[in-house]
């Protein structure tokens, strides 16, 4: 459905590259690279190769390290973590050499982080930098911050630096790829950065057809905070739930992959796996049957050789061949399939599969809370069924406005006896953000369901035609939120029944109609960039892919991390931070 070209975001990485080479390489003389684990897999998606390049040795940092080097330079490359801070501080002050040191912190330098080491009275010895990373794009239409705690911190720190990550970001998006015309946002966070970014009272739209990105939509996690918390069942939504994707990585046990190595690292994003890029947005339910196919489809092709006739036969034999990049094929597919049949033993648990079926009563029916409340009580049994509690109770919170108060309290006295006193900050958090909540008014979920047709019978898995083929009859209302503007706006009283504030341009309708139809006569494909504040899931993009092809409009999905429900729920644990905002 796509005619002209594509926006291209593969710049985000070279500039990060760019910047990071220029700054190293004024460094004086050798230099040893300490870097923390999640930034190495962060420097690895934005600099695959440059390790080897620039260092003498490459060292993980760890609290309790120490550094022994030759290189004259040590390079740490760390998150703002206060943890991180103090062993960087410790190394610093332990270290009776004449090295010298650096640190790039990242994404910035944020004033607890001075703080730390202004107190730690290391800051004359370290030089500090920052990786202007940002949004790294892991495939052409995801942008990520990979900010994994932003979601909890916005929560439950009211760390707002985030938001100042993400209005930089939008600032080095518009610096690239121009002024983009129309902006919305939903949510007191979306709305909070959009007057940052386009100052107080300013305008939200200027007339720009020759733009690269046509709409900017900011969205706030708050907005739909059911859909994380639903089981996912997308190949990718359901890796991220087992595994939990980290800059498009997992680590796998080699026993699972029928490897002789303890474990396994699997680059989903990897240019040679063809594999997951194809089949990351089906219905798990169709994957039992997708990955045997392809091997068979790969059987055959190999069978073929020498059967070709003409030299035309055999450059066709050839690019078959080619495109799937055998033996790395082979590899792929094994491993893929291994992965798969361990998804599906834990798919088939019976607590697993016990929490699942309740999930379409309380999205779809209103007058059966009860009886899920009464299943429920029967579930409190084994230990791992703790966050799959957890997440049914947040969810029945989100649909129902709460639940009811004798309820409520039978509910929690079960979980207090069976996982102890100490799961009360949890749920004191939980509580103090409303994603559980005794009921105190009437819902207005089976509106909205109503109106943005939520919930779809009859979903045809195989071949689907509408977005809730992801959940099996589900849509999630944030992708709702984007095919209601595209089709009439956001103008509509039934937007604001949806949690949060919003913004949109002056005589949204008219402009927006101008700016994506106006598109038609371009070489350029009309593209609509959607920013999730606090989090989007793997099944939130699959989601937009379809529309995609749907709407013939190219939908890039930026946030600040991805989310699923275990995720999300588990992070209402441990201390609550002190931050000093800039």
Known sequence: PFIGFEVSFSILKEYAKTIFTDIIK?????????????????????????????FIEVLTLTPDCSIMTKASTVLFVVSSDFGFMKTIAKIIQEDKTKTMFAAFICPRCTTTTLEILKQAKVLERLSIFEIPYELIPFRKDILSLEQPDGFHDLMLNYNFEILADVKNSLSRLEYFFGKIPLKYAKG???????????????????ENLSANIDVLVLMDRTVDLVTPLLNQITYAGLIDEIFGIKCGRIEVEGKILEETSEKVIMDLYNENDLLFSDSCDLNFNLIKHYFPAKREEMQE?????????????????????????????SAAIRHHLSLAIELDRIQHQKNVQFFASLEPYMIQE?????SVIDKLLSAFSLPEDKF???????????????????????????????????????????EREGLLKVKDSSSVWGSLRESFKLVVPDVNLENPADISYV???????????????????????????????????????????????????KEKIRTIL???????????????????????????????????????????????QTIHHI
């Open 26 to 54: 004024q460094l004086p003389g050798s230099k040893a690279l300490v870097i923390s684990k999640d930034m190495h897999k962060i420097l690895r998606s934005l600099t695959p190769k440059l390790e080897k390049d620039l």
């Open 188 to 206: 007191k966070w979306s709305c909070t950065i959009l007057e940052s970014l386009m100052g107080k009272g300013g305008a939200t739209e200027t």
């Open 301 to 329: 092709l190999l069978s073929k050789k020498g059967t070709a006739e003409s030299l035309a036969e055999t450059k066709e034999y050839m690019r078959n061949i080619n495109s799937l990049k055998i033996p790395k094929a």
């Open 366 to 370: 209103e007058d059966l809370q009860k």
């Open 388 to 430: 799959l509690i957890l997440r049914t109770l947040c969810i029945l919170s989100q649909v129902q406005n709460g639940i009811p108060k004798d309820q409520y309290t039978v509910l929690l006295q079960k979980y207090f006896q069976t996982f102890g006193v100490s799961e009360a900050e949890r749920i004191m958090k939980l």
């Open 471 to 521: 959940h099996s009859g589900y849509a999630p209302l944030s992708v709702r939120l984007i095919e209601r503007l595209v089709a009439s706006g956001w103008t509509s009283g039934d937007i604001d029944k949806i949690p949060g504030p919003k913004r949109v341009p002056a005589n949204e309708k008219i402009v927006l109609k101008r700016q994506l139809e106006g598109m038609e006569a």
């Open 530 to 576: 959607v920013y999730y504040i606090g989090g989007v899931t793997y099944s939130e993009i699959s989601c937009y892919r379809l529309l995609s092809t749907i709407l013939g409009i190219k939908f890039v999905v930026a946030t600040t991390q991805f989310l699923n429900g275990e995720h999300l729920v588990n992070g209402f644990n441990g201390q609550v």
